[in-house]
């Protein structure tokens, strides 16, 4: 199999082992996975070499049987017409209830995903990997109102996170 961008990006940062978490950023607790289950749209991110240069970016989550979580990220490489895609599977770190994830593409190494904002009706979401430098806005919808868009701005200014170099992500299907 092919080995894809995203999948790239998930292995170096499992490389660095990085099951941690930024200072200050804390999961969102009383976390329903099934509620988190589907498809969540890419809204913004900061930019990686794994995802650099994809647009139409999604995830998309559902249940193994074990009960870890099986990931596909994908994303259109417009330079090369084609679409990139990654799978991989997230098993919970502490408890169920506890939105703090490792994920893995590639064998035994994980990365941190870490939900640390999250709605009540779980329409979007803040995510963070291991540290600052990892950071993503997820919605269920192609776009978000520019309230959303403020408050994910400011609060990941507040937690340390580079929000100058947050990249919007193009959600619009290539014609």
Same mark, same amino acid.
């Given at each position: ?12 940062? =499992? ?6 978490? *930024?200072?200050?950023? #804390?999961? &969102?607790?009383?976390?329903? &996975?099934?509620?988190?289950? +589907?498809?969540?749209? #890419? ?9 650099? +240069? ?12 074990? !009960? /870890? ?5 994908? !994303?259109? #490489? $417009? ?19 506890? $939105? ?24 979007? $979401?803040?995510?963070? !990997? ?8 997820? /919605?269920?919808? *192609?776009?978000?109102? #520019? ?10 200014? =507040?937690? !340390?996170? $580079? ?9 619009? *299907?290539?014609?």
């Amino acid at each position: 199999m092919k080995m894809t961008s995203i999948g790239l990006l998930v292995l170096m940062v =499992a490389l660095i082992g990085c099951v941690g978490k *930024p200072d200050r950023v #804390e999961p &969102v607790t009383d976390f329903n &996975v099934e509620q988190y289950l +589907g498809q969540w749209y #890419e809204i913004a991110r900061l930019d990686h070499s794994f995802e650099e +240069g994809l647009t139409q970016v999604t995830a998309s989550y559902s249940l193994n049987d074990d !009960g /870890s979580v099986k990931v596909i990220n994908r !994303g259109f #490489e $417009a330079e090369k017409g084609e679409w990139d895609e990654a799978e991989g599977k997230a098993k919970f770190v502490a408890d169920q209830n506890t $939105a703090f994830l490792k994920v893995s593409f590639f064998g035994p190494f994980y990365g941190s995903y870490i939900v640390f904002e999250l709605d009540d009706d779980y329409q979007y $979401a803040f995510v963070s !990997g291991p540290d600052t430098g990892y950071l993503w806005l997820l /919605s269920r919808q *192609p776009t978000v109102s #520019e309230d959303i868009i403020q408050l994910f701005e400011r609060r990941a200014k =507040a937690l !340390g996170f $580079a929000t100058d170099d947050l990249i919007y992500v193009d959600q619009a *299907p290539n014609k």
